[in-house]
């Protein structure tokens, strides 16, 4: 079982900045990537970013937050960051974060492969 906690949403204006954190505990050695997705209001669950924990470090984004998301990972703390800069209206949701688990395979994005989630933490952006 792995556990995820997010924290570190909350509002800002067009242009600032927020960090998520997503602590993680439980067999977390068993996690290969830990990903962050949004679900805004009437819209499907996205994929956001990932990152694939075991070696490396590879970094995935979507095209609507490259260059001003950066995903992190502190092993040490066993939390992973999701640092979101020159934020907009359109980035408000819900953001969760997820792990998946050795032995699931696909796209960084394919939520199917996550099988731990979190709660959720609220981003909203105001224009």
């Known amino acids: 079982q792995v556990q995820l906690v997010e924290s570190g949403g909350g509002s800002v204006q067009a242009g600032g900045s927020l960090r998520l954190s997503c602590a993680a505990s439980?067999?977390?050695?068993?996690?290969?990537?830990l990903g962050w997705f949004r679900q805004a209001p009437g819209k499907e669950r996205e994929g956001v970013a990932a990152?694939?924990?075991?070696?490396?470090?590879?970094?995935y984004y979507a095209d609507s937050v490259k260059g001003r998301f950066t995903i992190s990972q502190d092993n040490a703390k066993n939390t992973v960051y999701l640092q979101m800069n020159s934020l907009k209206p359109e980035d408000t949701a819900m953001y969760y974060c997820?792990?998946?688990?050795?032995?699931?395979?696909?796209?960084?994005?394919?939520?199917?492969?996550?099988?731990?989630w979190g709660q959720g933490t609220q981003v909203t952006v105001s224009s």
């Open positions: 990152i694939y924990t075991r070696g490396g470090g590879m970094t």
């Open positions: 997820a792990a998946r688990t050795s032995g699931r395979l696909g796209t960084w994005y394919d939520l199917a492969t996550y099988n731990y």
């Open positions: 439980g067999y977390t050695y068993s996690s290969t990537y």
